[in-house]
């Protein structure tokens, strides 16, 4: 059954500095819907830690935002040359790195070659500064209820090593996932060939269609999914190679066998498998990020179920609203005889972000998000999924985005298969776009399950001294 919980809450402001503001926080239960187009869908991957560690020549790996073209010859970039092929974006694709407060970045020519400290990257197993290429507006088709979808984005981005001396670009990444949780991610490999034994090999490639990942257990929300593609104990034929595969140390493994048959072109290849080396466990495969907007539903679709709770923050003086109490009177349910039901509802009367300190960004702030409990007794245990979008933040100073805001979602309860949506950075692409909060399939353990999500805000430099807030809408679909 649909049910509509309206919830109120605060969830930002800025003064001089950001501070806790009203706001509201509503919960609707809309029916599930089937395949939906989508034309927003934005992935993220930092792809593995080797592709922005350090290297030994020519300072480090790291990604570029489009295609770099033809530079000739297999060579360290220089700064001049640099500042016409060193992009951090291009078009729907974007370069970004975490900071030191774990925010998603641009970096820089200067920088680009820095880890999160501002260390200079090095060869050691540990360094990277974990740059992560972004497609923006992908577009397709995803059915939720189903576990599949069939997004593609346009754009490229460049992979470049060695300082330079090799790259490779991919295009037009196509995303494909099936009901069992199958799929792959595929792309156009393009670029010119070069050999580290030989630096006067330059050869332009053929563009190749390549299996960037492959997954096996893609479990996908309402509105994306965060999955860690095949690597470890993946076998490949490395026959004209830089090195054999290594499948005796911990955690060997490999990208896909068309990917390291281009690689094998690019001079790359053993960056892309297992060979022995005391970096090997920089190869391994990164957890790859997509998230799309969830379809608009008409609240009014819902039955009106109970208020939760009010909270008011002012800037100078506070004044939240008494707490409604959650008990519903008229269901006197009998302790001893339960009825089965389905039930969200918030503990906590508070959201404040306190004041935000300034930063090269702009201003930064965090909290934490009530906690959202999920009571699910029903005998049928059908899935259910829950699900958040944050408004612009307004006030009377002017606006700025919702994505501004982030989450890291954390849980515990007795519903053990139910999964926890993923860290969502703030800007990157933050909440201005519906995130799952928790999911689960049909067939899921009954009891409960308690969701606590650690907010942050990175609101953008130059907005103006103000007071600001949002409206979090949750909704749950069961």
């Given at each position: 059954?649909?049910?509509?919980?309206?919830?109120?809450?605060?969830?930002?402001?800025?003064?001089?500095?950001?501070?806790?503001?009203?706001?509201?926080?509503?919960?609707?239960?809309?029916?599930?819907?089937?395949?939906?187009?989508?034309?927003?869908?934005?992935?993220?991957?930092?792809?593995?830690?080797?592709?922005?560690?350090?290297?030994?020549?020519?300072?480090?790996?790291?990604?570029?935002?489009?295609?770099?073209?033809?530079?000739?010859?297999?060579?360290?970039?220089?700064?001049?040359?640099?500042?016409?092929?060193?992009?951090?974006?291009?078009?729907?694709?974007?370069?970004?790195?975490?900071?030191?407060?774990?925010?998603?970045?641009?970096?820089t020519?200067?920088?680009?070659?820095?880890?999160?400290?501002?260390?200079?990257v090095?060869?050691?197993?540990?360094?990277?500064?974990?740059?992560?290429?972004?497609?923006?507006?992908?577009?397709?088709?995803?059915?939720?209820?189903?576990?599949?979808?069939?997004?593609?984005?346009?754009?490229?981005?460049?992979?470049?090593?060695?300082?330079?001396?090799?790259?490779?670009?991919?295009?037009?990444?196509?995303l494909?996932?099936?009901?069992?949780?199958?799929?792959?991610?595929?792309?156009?490999?393009?670029?010119?060939?070069?050999?580290?034994?030989?630096?006067?090999?330059?050869?332009?490639?053929?563009?190749?269609?390549?299996?960037?990942?492959?997954?096996?257990?893609?479990?996908m929300?309402?509105?994306?999914?965060?999955?860690?593609?095949?690597y470890?104990?993946?076998?490949?034929?490395?026959?004209?190679?830089?090195?054999?595969?290594?499948?005796t140390?911990?955690?060997?493994?490999?990208?896909?066998?068309?990917?390291?048959?281009?690689?094998?072109?690019?001079?790359?290849?053993?960056?892309?498998?297992?060979?022995?080396?005391?970096?090997?466990?920089?190869?391994?495969?990164?957890?790859?990020?997509?998230?799309?907007?969830?379809?608009?539903?008409d609240?009014?679709?819902?039955?009106?179920?109970?208020?939760?709770?009010?909270?008011?923050v002012?800037?100078?003086?506070?004044?939240?609203?008494?707490?409604?109490?959650?008990?519903?009177?008229?269901d006197?349910?009998?302790?001893?005889?339960?009825?089965?039901?389905?039930?969200?509802?918030?503990?906590?009367?508070?959201?404040?972000?306190?004041?935000?300190?300034e930063?090269?960004?702009?201003?930064?702030?965090?909290?934490?998000?009530?906690?959202?409990?999920?009571?699910?007794?029903?005998?049928?245990?059908?899935?259910?999924?829950?699900?958040?979008?944050?408004?612009?933040?307004?006030?009377?100073?002017?606006?700025?985005?919702?994505?501004?805001?982030?989450?890291?979602?954390?849980g515990?309860?007795?519903?053990?298969?139910?999964?926890?949506?993923?860290?969502?950075?703030?800007?990157?692409?933050?909440?201005?776009?519906?995130?799952?909060?928790?999911?689960?399939?049909?067939g899921?353990?009954?009891?409960?399950?308690?969701?606590?999500?650690?907010?942050?805000?990175?609101?953008?430099?130059?907005?103006?001294?103000?007071?600001?807030?949002?409206?979090?809408t949750?909704?749950?679909?069961?």
């Amino acid at each position: 059954m649909n049910t509509l919980l309206p919830l109120r809450r605060s969830v930002a402001a800025l003064s001089g500095a950001l501070i806790a503001s009203a706001g509201a926080f509503a919960l609707f239960a809309p029916s599930a819907s089937a395949a939906e187009k989508v034309d927003d869908a934005s992935l993220s991957w930092s792809i593995n830690a080797e592709s922005g560690g350090g290297a030994y020549f020519g300072g480090c790996n790291f990604l570029v935002a489009g295609n770099v073209g033809d530079l000739k010859s297999s060579h360290v970039w220089t700064a001049d040359e640099a500042a016409s092929v060193y992009k951090t974006t291009a078009g729907d694709v974007s370069i970004t790195k975490p900071n030191s407060a774990g925010k998603q970045v641009a970096p820089t020519w200067a920088d680009k070659c820095k880890d999160a400290d501002g260390a200079t990257v090095n060869t050691s197993a540990s360094s990277s500064t974990h740059n992560q290429l972004n497609f923006a507006k992908g577009t397709g088709s995803v059915d939720a209820a189903k576990g599949t979808a069939d997004i593609t984005w346009k754009g490229e981005a460049s992979v470049v090593y060695y300082g330079g001396m090799t790259y490779w670009t991919l295009s037009d990444p196509h995303l494909s996932i099936d009901a069992d949780g199958t799929g792959t991610l595929t792309a156009t490999g393009g670029g010119y060939g070069a050999d580290m034994n030989d630096t006067t090999k330059w050869v332009k490639l053929k563009d190749t269609q390549i299996t960037l990942a492959t997954f096996k257990d893609a479990k996908m929300g309402e509105d994306g999914f965060t999955a860690t593609p095949e690597y470890k104990g993946v076998k490949v034929d490395t026959d004209g190679g830089m090195s054999p595969q290594n499948t005796t140390a911990d955690g060997w493994g490999s990208f896909p066998q068309d990917f390291v048959d281009f690689q094998i072109q690019t001079g790359q290849s053993s960056y892309w498998y297992s060979s022995g080396g005391q970096a090997d466990v920089r190869k391994t495969a990164d957890p790859i990020a997509l998230s799309w907007s969830a379809p608009e539903e008409d609240p009014s679709t819902g039955d009106e179920g109970e208020k939760t709770g009010d909270v008011d923050v002012d800037v100078d003086v506070p004044t939240p609203e008494d707490p409604t109490d959650p008990t519903d009177p008229t269901d006197p349910t009998d302790p001893a005889d339960p009825k089965p039901e389905f039930k969200v509802t918030l503990s906590g009367d508070s959201a404040t972000l306190g004041t935000a300190k300034e930063n090269n960004a702009g201003f930064s702030a965090s909290g934490t998000l009530p906690t959202v409990t999920v009571k699910d007794t029903r005998t049928e245990s059908s899935a259910f999924h829950v699900n958040a979008v944050a408004s612009d933040f307004t006030g009377d100073a002017g606006s700025f985005s919702g994505k501004a805001l982030g989450w890291e979602p954390k849980g515990t309860g007795t519903i053990t298969d139910a999964t926890v949506g993923a860290k969502v950075e703030a800007n990157n692409p933050g909440l201005g776009t519906s995130q799952t909060l928790i999911s689960a399939k049909d067939g899921h353990k009954t009891g409960t399950a308690e969701v606590k999500a650690a907010l942050t805000l990175q609101a953008p430099a130059g907005t103006a001294a103000g007071s600001y807030s949002s409206t979090i809408t949750i909704t749950t679909i069961h």
